[in-house]
Nanobody, 116 residues
Framework: QVQLVESGGGLVQPGGSLRLSCAASGFTFSTYVMSWYRQAPGKLRELVARIGRGGVSTNYADSVKGRFTISRDNAKNTVYLQMNSLKAEDTAAYYC?????????WGQGTQVTVSS
């Protein structure tokens, strides 16, 4: 049974940091590209960051470049999103996604709220 379980969300003040984790099971994690997406109320889901199978290649949305860092640990079947200098506009539900040539899986999401 495929599972992607996000954790680490919560309420943080502007300028603060959070580290999201996504624990994967039920598929060969190291063969999947992993991504983080987010969706704010009333907005479309958008790509935040992506990391290649080996953990070397990364891509970021312009809005988070220099503030967020995606990483993965293939031994632990986990992908991370370190979020620094958080802003109110980062408030959203954050989802991880696993993608291969012929499959994709989504987690259930974790809420991040940036507010004073």
């Amino acid at each position: 049974q495929v599972q992607l379980v996000e954790s680490g969300g919560g309420l943080v003040q502007p300028g603060g940091s959070l580290r999201l984790s996504c624990a994967a099971s039920g598929f060969t994690f190291s063969t999947y590209v992993m991504s983080w997406y987010r969706q704010a109320p009333g907005k479309l889901r958008e790509l935040v960051a992506r990391i290649g199978r080996g953990g070397v290649s990364t891509n970021y949305a312009d809005s988070v470049k220099g503030r967020f860092t995606i990483s993965r640990d293939n031994a632990k079947n986990t992908v991370y999103l370190q979020m620094n200098s958080l802003k109110a506009e980062d408030t959203a539900a954050y989802y991880c996604k696993a993608t291969s040539w012929d499959y994709e899986y989504w987690g259930q999401g974790t809420q991040v709220t940036v507010s004073s």
